[in-house]
T-cell receptor, first 114, second 110 residues
């Protein structure tokens, strides 16, 4: 086990609603990255948080936003949910924000939008 | 063109076989490379980092070819437990963007 935890495990929402997903990083890690993984695809990078600041962002619209707290845990917020937002949402923690640092994933939150 | 491309497979091999996967990347300025394995409906787990000089961990060997812009993963003496999807990860020119391939599925048969 990596020590990265995510909640909730599963979630069902209706189109147009808003959702908040949570992630606790592994002890000693100060960086959290969020990914979206659609069925049959590799994870797509959403953004990364380092020391409570966004530190890199993928090709996701502004309705995907996040926070990192002083204890390095993090939230992913998605507004105005669309059907295509149905996916597994993964967070990964690492020590430091350098691209060479290895990332360790949590078990994910499976979001279904109906 | 995708940042990272992998053959989706599946690669069906018998136990004990040697199998190799390649992963090509489009950005010549990419700096860091990793292999992850992902079991069905589970999170990706780090298998190994890929260094310029190549690296080996037991039955697994990873290589980087910067000239041709690909990384490879070699698995020797395949075990049933090696059955999984193998994902390669490459960072981008823009600092702190990580790109995953779509994965290569491996089935090891008895």
């Amino acid at each position: 086990e990596t020590g990265v935890t995510q909640s909730p495990t599963h979630l069902i929402k209706t189109r147009g609603q808003q959702v908040t997903l949570r992630c606790s990083s592994q002890s000693g890690h100060n960086t959290v990255s969020w990914y979206q993984q659609a069925l049959g695809q590799g994870p797509q990078f959403i953004f990364q948080y380092y020391r409570e600041e966004e530190n890199g962002r993928g090709n996701f619209p502004p309705r995907f936003s996040g926070l990192q707290f002083p204890n390095y845990s993090s939230e992913l917020n998605v507004n105005a949910l669309e059907l295509d937002d149905s996916a597994l949402y993964l967070c990964a923690s690492s020590y430091g924000a350098e691209v060479s640092y290895e990332q360790y994933f949590g078990p994910g939150t499976r979001l279904t939008v109906t | 063109r995708k940042e990272v491309e992998q053959d989706p497979g599946p690669f069906n091999v018998p136990e004990g076989a040697t199998v190799a996967f390649n992963c090509t990347y489009s950005n010549s300025a990419s700096q860091s490379f990793f292999w992850y394995r992902q079991d069905c409906r589970k999170e990706p787990k780090l298998l190994m980092s890929v260094y310029s000089s190549g690296n080996e961990d037991g039955r697994f060997t990873a290589q980087l070819n910067r000239a041709s812009q690909y990384i490879s993963l070699l698995i020797r003496d395949s075990k049933l437990s090696d059955s999984a999807t193998y994902l390669c990860v490459v960072n981008s020119l823009n600092f702190n963007k990580f790109y995953f391939g779509s994965g290569t599925k491996l089935n090891v048969k008895p």
